[in-house]
């Protein structure tokens, strides 16, 4: 809005969000579904726009010198906007939240309790070059009968403006309040700030994006915080292993799409199965294009990689690369997850069930896999729909993020004159 500094006009638009907010909590489900299959349909409507906004994006990203995995996390196309308008159709399917009841019972003296859920308010989403998130976070928050505010970078500029300008329009379609769906990227950092300052007018504030954006935001919001996680994800091939199987887990965690955060960057290999399994598998991710680094006994038995540096086992590459090391035990692949891991996935490839009894009961991670790849943790992959993240925090929220999460709760209390004594 002209005139107004980022911090008034991220004011204000919060103060039209709760307005907003105020006509979505009486909508019915059926109402909210509506509205979000309106939304896919629009998506798909203005495909080519938004692709050309995107165009936009990528190129002064390339200009700017922006890592290629950063460059597949902003690009669209139109099989992924498809993709992202199913998703969206998808959350319209899952069933509502709101109103469910959590607990409840009758006490001894006549009053009957009921926790039930209810719309978090207005939630502010700050995001880096993600223009999937824009429609995930609003697709969302919307059928938890929230309202969003999003700040998605300066790297998505152009395109999530088309983005919000099309579901704005799908809202207006269905008559209710455009604010149900807004942006603050006007503002600039200065309004991530604000937004983040904006206590009493946003509800929760939601970062998505690398290591530094989320300690930024944990570190400065007054708002309550959802930590999302840097995701160094681990795979651990047993020797009780199904080398096989280890190996198409392997090479998928990697590859399938390095650039997001439950793609694995750490394989360990237990010494038993060494000799057997490290030359198959840093064939196949050499062959994938995967740049390994490795331990001395891995450089051992597939020479030419990388040799591997403390700092390897701490990277989330978010790219075509992995650290691989051989470890003598479980106990020593338990203990170099607890150190470097950040949380958010671990898996282990065993048939011997004492091995994944003992991985899963010391392991303190958002997601454990069992002979299955990293990139299942994902709300779309374990039934949520569309996510709004993946909480590596242990509040209410933690692993994927779906509608349930987006909700907190009201106590109803009813009596019949009932009178404290």
């Known amino acids: 809005?002209?005139?107004?500094?980022?911090?008034?006009?991220?004011?204000?638009?919060?103060?039209?969000?709760?307005?907003?907010?105020?006509?979505?909590?009486?909508?019915?489900?059926?109402?909210?579904?509506?509205?979000?299959?309106?939304?896919a349909d629009e998506l798909e409507a203005h495909s080519d726009a938004i692709v050309a906004a995107n165009v936009r994006d990528i190129e002064a990203g390339r200009a700017s010198g922006m890592a290629e995995g950063l460059i597949d996390r902003l690009l669209l196309t139109p099989e992924r906007i498809a993709?992202?308008?199913?998703?969206?159709?998808?959350?319209?399917?899952?069933?509502?939240?709101?109103?469910?009841?959590?607990?409840?019972?009758?006490?001894?003296?006549?009053?009957?309790?009921?926790?039930?859920?209810?719309?978090?308010?207005?939630?502010?989403?700050?995001?880096?070059?993600?223009?999937?998130?824009?429609?995930?976070?609003?697709?969302?928050?919307?059928?938890?009968?929230?309202?969003?505010?999003?700040?998605?970078?300066?790297?998505?500029?152009?395109?999530?403006?088309?983005?919000?300008?099309v579901m704005r329009g799908a809202v207006v379609v269905e008559n209710l309040p455009a604010d149900l769906v807004a942006t603050i990227d006007e503002y600039g950092r200065e309004g991530a700030v604000a937004l983040m300052r904006?206590?009493?007018?946003?509800?929760?504030?939601?970062?998505?994006?690398?290591?530094?954006?989320?300690?930024?935001?944990?570190?400065?919001?007054?708002?309550?915080?959802?930590?999302?996680?840097?995701?160094?994800?681990?795979?651990?091939?047993?020797?009780?292993?199904?080398?096989?199987?280890?190996?198409?887990?392997?090479?998928?965690?990697?590859?399938?799409?390095?650039s997001v955060c439950n793609a694995?960057?750490?394989l360990l290999v237990h010494a038993a199965v060494a000799d057997q399994f490290v030359p198959r598998v840093v064939g196949g991710l050499r062959e994938a294009g995967v740049t390994v680094h490795g331990c001395p006994k891995v450089q051992e038995l597939a020479p030419g990689v990388v040799p591997a540096t403390d700092e390897d086992w701490e990277t989330e590459y978010l790219a075509l690369e992995m650290a691989v090391r051989v470890v003598d035990s479980i106990d020593q692949a338990i203990e170099h997850i607890r150190r470097y891991s950040t949380g958010h996935t671990e898996a282990i490839v065993s048939q011997d069930v004492g091995a994944v009894r003992a991985f899963t009961s010391s392991i303190d991670s958002a997601a454990l896999m069992v002979n299955a790849s990293t990139r299942f943790t994902d709300g779309g992959e374990l039934g949520l729909g569309a996510e709004i993240g993946i909480s590596t925090q242990k509040l209410h929220a933690r692993g994927?993020?779906?509608?349930?999460?987006?909700?907190?709760?009201?106590?109803?209390?009813?009596?019949?004159?009932h009178v404290r004594i």
Do not use: F
């Open 1 to 39: 809005m002209a005139g107004l500094t980022p911090t008034e006009g991220v004011e204000a638009a919060a103060r039209r969000a709760q307005q907003a907010a105020r006509a979505l909590r009486g909508a019915t489900s059926g109402a909210k579904d509506a509205l979000l299959r309106t939304i």
């Open 83 to 165: 993709g992202i308008a199913a998703a969206t159709r998808e959350v319209a399917g899952l069933p509502d939240p709101v109103g469910e009841v959590v607990r409840g019972q009758t006490l001894p003296n006549g009053l009957i309790l009921r926790q039930t859920r209810v719309p978090m308010g207005v939630i502010g989403m700050i995001y880096e070059a993600r223009p999937n998130v824009t429609v995930d976070a609003a697709a969302l928050a919307l059928k938890a009968g929230s309202v969003v505010l999003l700040r998605g970078g300066s790297a998505a500029l152009h395109t999530n403006a088309e983005i919000v300008r």
């Open 198 to 258: 904006a206590r009493g007018l946003v509800d929760l504030v939601i970062p998505r994006g690398g290591a530094g954006l989320i300690q930024t935001v944990v570190r400065e919001s007054l708002v309550p915080v959802i930590e999302t996680g840097v995701g160094n994800c681990h795979v651990y091939v047993d020797q009780g292993a199904d080398l096989d199987k280890a190996l198409a887990i392997a090479i998928n965690a990697k590859t399938h799409r390095p």
């Open 264 to 266: 694995a960057e750490t």
């Open 400 to 417: 994927p993020m779906g509608l349930t999460e987006l909700t907190t709760t009201t106590w109803i209390v009813e009596g019949d004159g």
